[in-house]
């Protein structure tokens, strides 16, 4: 990556090595880094990421739209109903 690179994650917490990260972001190899996603969740209090300055971390939001939060509650519904009337859960994960 270009020393000017920002790494942004906002899949999962465990794509990616946090302790590359801790040294890329130290050494200059990146400029900077936005994590909405760790591994674990929420990282340790004494985790090195925490320290420092060229890291923002969201807790986790990526998903808190208006959209995304009423699709899910509407999956629920549906996933709901589904379940009480003994046909297949249509967001059904195995």
């Known amino acids: ?5 920002i790494l942004i994650n906002a899949a999962r917490g465990g794509v990616l090595d946090h302790d590359a990260l801790v040294d890329a972001l130290r050494d200059g190899t990146i400029w900077a880094a936005g994590l909405d996603v760790t591994e674990p969740e929420p990282l340790p209090r004494d985790h090195p ?8 971390i969201a807790p986790h ?5 208006r959209k995304t939060r009423i ?6 519904i549906e996933n709901l109903i ?3 009337t003994g046909q297949e859960m249509p967001s059904r994960v195995a």
């Open 82 to 84: 589904a379940g009480l």
């Open 71 to 76: 699709g899910m509650v509407q999956r629920t």
């Open 61 to 65: 939001l990526g998903s808190a739209t």
């Open 49 to 56: 990421l925490l320290s420092l300055e060229n890291l923002v």
């Open 1 to 5: 990556m270009k020393p000017t690179a």
